[in-house]
């Protein structure tokens, strides 16, 4: 009994081969086009666009190399093959090509590039079978068997690129990469054996000056020609920090002087966002192996093979042997390969690679550089460009609380949970960064003005920093809100009292009134506020571990039977509001409702109160909030793991990992520390200005000070 008609099954049988190949094809314009957009992005349809081509693209392709493996059995024929046959045989290098990937994306997320031994097992039983379907072909001797030999190069070679930029973007490897050679150090035996009975040559050979060094690092950014800083920066500072590795002194003292150089917040910023963007590229796309010699050399011979054959498919192929529907078929993947081809080459030199190796070739050919780096800048999607989406979201507790219809009381679906795929986007908005910049970048240069304190000890501080710098009688009074509690409560505490207190702040009337100076700081921490609360919500991971998910739902059901006990006398938001601030808080409300439940709502209440009584002005109480953020949000970048802020990079970039990078640079990192071969000895005193020793210096001039003293001798 047949399911489909006859003619449905020569239909399917006719068309299935056909159709696949052009899907595979149209699938690979997709990701090269829409791929790189999602670094600077934030659009949910782009991320779901990209993960459902960059899924179905691999599976398209190796389906359809299968079905050209099958081609003539069903004739039971192995020599002579049909005509047609032998053409489509002639398509399985260009499904090489296309399981070889575009060169914007070959990872869609930081775990594909630690499968890469699947990928590489992938590439050897799908080259086989494309060699497979060539041989059954090859019998025929047609020009057709010729002309996919230069195909098979240009496939192998993007196939190859693509597992090896995995295997480099992996975890394990990318930090093997950065390993310095071993370095076993002056012959110990033979020195002490030379000189411990004449101690005194060993002491005359340790007093010799150290030269100066080449910090060129540090030197200041003008003009805001900052590409070559930036990737000074990447190369030398931010892998490192990515692969987890530690950092000398010396580097970190070269970042910080390119980050103070910077002529204002937003050049700085600029630093930062080029550096990620730099990481984003080796991460995810086949950055590693394109902007090399040797990726440009592949790139060359890629291009030409697909352009020979081409021209020597229109010159030698007869089109009357074949079917018009297949040879055109056979065009069509022929230009989209060349249209791939120029697409990356344009890419290319749109690029900040391109800017940066005409910044360094600068001296050379003056002339023309400048010339080609005005053209480039030209283009929006140049370097002039975004590299990240410039904004942050926010989401707001007692907003989704009131918008919010679900019984407080009833059990909630998983489906319709706070963890379903919609509701995560449901009440979330979005604000530029750009206002942020300035305060930010401001108050980490005032921590680390403060010599008093040690660097690392400010990465301990989450909000107690500022409030005990205003005082005994105000830390008394708020410090309880930060330091007596975890990080996820105090951020939830803090968001719904910064929050109350903006709202109730235009009716008071004992309060002062407003000023711009104060809408600004008011602007600032609400702003931080809705952004960390949607790191806690959206990102746990990206936070201090802790019960934020059960304090977060707690909260949220409290607020909810508030709300929807008072529906009737709830007008507006404001009103909402102040009937939270008129329940009497005078008690602790774990001292009534036990500490089974993790509500931390009228908590909130008490600390709004608790701000409304600090004898301040309103600029300064507003001003005071938005730094308590500002430290809130140093403290989580600084304790996020750089797996983390890599991850984030493929969703448009987050404001932690900027501030977390900036941090890095101005020496707020666990990750820089003084290395042996950096202590400076007694006998060599630095001038004033002048920066320690590079790594190995010191040792290389105490040797350099013994062989002068062996040949004296």
């Not at 030698?316 to 018009?324: K, L, Y």
Request: charged share 25%.
């Amino acid at each position: 009994m047949e399911i489909f008609p006859e003619s449905v099954q020569k239909l399917w049988d006719e068309w299935v081969l056909r159709s696949m190949v052009l899907v595979s094809l149209f699938l690979q314009i997709v990701l090269t086009i829409f791929s790189n957009r999602r670094k600077f992005t934030v659009a949910i349809w782009i991320r779901i666009l990209i993960w459902s081509a960059y899924l179905s693209a691999d599976w398209v392709a190796t389906v359809s190399l299968g079905t050209l493996s099958q081609l003539g059995d069903s004739e039971g024929k192995r020599h002579d093959m049909d005509p047609n046959h032998t053409l489509m045989a002639f398509w399985a290098p260009f499904l090489l090509l296309h399981l070889g990937g575009p060169g914007t994306i070959t990872a869609y997320s930081l775990e594909d590039n630690e499968l890469w031994l699947r990928h590489l097992l992938g590439l050897v039983v799908q080259v086989g079978v494309a060699f497979y379907v060539f041989l059954r072909s090859w019998t025929s001797r047609t020009p057709l068997s010729f002309l996919s030999i230069p195909m098979f190069v240009a496939g192998i070679i993007k196939y190859g690129e693509r597992t090896w930029v995995l295997r480099s973007a992996s975890k394990q490897h990318f930090g093997d990469a950065l390993l310095p050679v071993p370095d076993p150090g002056p012959d110990y035996a033979e020195i002490v054996k030379k000189y411990v009975p004449e101690s005194h040559n060993l002491k005359k050979a340790l007093r010799v000056s150290i030269d100066d060094g080449d910090h060129d690092g540090t030197k200041l950014i003008s003009g805001g020609k900052y590409m070559n800083a930036a990737y000074s920066l990447f190369m030398e500072q931010l892998r490192h920090l990515y692969a987890d590795l530690i950092l000398s002194l010396e580097e970190q003292q070269k970042s910080e002087g390119i980050i103070r150089s910077a002529s204002s917040s937003e050049e700085a910023f600029k630093v930062v966002e080029a550096e990620l963007s730099f990481l984003y590229d080796v991460l995810y796309t086949k950055a590693v192996v394109v902007y090399s010699p040797l990726g440009i050399l592949l790139r060359t011979v890629s291009f030409l093979s697909t352009i020979s054959t081409l021209v020597a498919f229109g010159f030698f192929i007869e089109r009357h042997e074949f079917s018009n529907v297949d040879i055109n078929i056979t065009y069509v993947l022929l230009f989209g390969a060349i249209f791939l081809e120029i697409y990356a080459i344009v890419m290319l030199i749109l690029s900040d690679w391109f800017i940066v190796w005409l910044c360094r070739s600068k001296r050379k050919y003056t002339l023309m550089t400048d010339w080609i780096h005005r053209v480039i800048s030209s283009f929006p999607s140049s370097t002039s460009g975004k590299r990240w989406s410039r904004s942050m979201a926010q989401n707001n507790l007692i907003d989704s609380c009131l918008r919010d219809k679900t019984k407080f009381d009833h059990e909630v679906n998983s489906f319709f949970d706070k963890n379903k795929f919609l509701e995560r986007y449901r009440y979330m908005t979005w604000e530029k960064v750009d206002g942020m910049k300035e305060p930010i970048l401001s108050f980490l240069l005032e921590m680390t003005n403060d010599v008093r304190r040690d660097r690392k000890e400010l990465l301990k501080h989450r909000g107690d920093y500022v409030i005990t710098k205003k005082g005994n009688s105000i830390s008394g009074k708020l410090g309880w809100s930060i330091v007596g509690v975890e990080f996820d409560h105090s951020i939830l505490l803090w968001h719904i009292a910064t929050d109350l207190f903006s709202d109730i702040n235009d009716d008071d009337d004992d309060e002062d009134p407003i000023n711009p100076n104060s809408a600004n700081y008011a602007k600032i921490s609400k702003c931080l506020s809705e952004y960390m609360l949607y790191l806690l919500v959206m990102c746990p991971f990206m936070l201090p571990k802790g019960i934020g998910k059960f304090r977060i739902r707690d909260t949220c059901s409290e607020a909810k039977r508030f709300f929807q006990k008072r529906s009737l006398s709830i007008s507006d938001r404001k009103k909402a509001c102040r009937l939270l601030l008129e329940v009497d808080t005078k008690f602790d409300p774990i001292e009534v409702k036990g500490d089974k439940s993790k509500s931390v709502l009228f908590e909130a209440c008490r600390l709004v109160r608790k701000l409304k009584s600090v004898e301040m002005e309103l600029e300064e109480k507003w001003e005071m909030i938005s730094r308590v953020w500002m430290e809130m949000l140093c403290y989580a970048a600084s304790h996020c793991g750089w797996a983390q802020h890599g991850q984030q990079l493929r969703r448009g970039g987050e404001l932690l990992t900027h501030v977390c990078l900036l941090m890095s640079h101005l020496g707020l990192s666990d990750q820089f520390q003084i290395l042996e071969g950096e202590i400076v000895p007694e006998g060599i005193p630095l001038r004033r200005g002048q920066l320690p020793p590079k790594r190995g210096q010191v040792r290389r001039t105490i040797v350099e000070g013994l062989m002068k003293s062996m040949q004296s001798n």
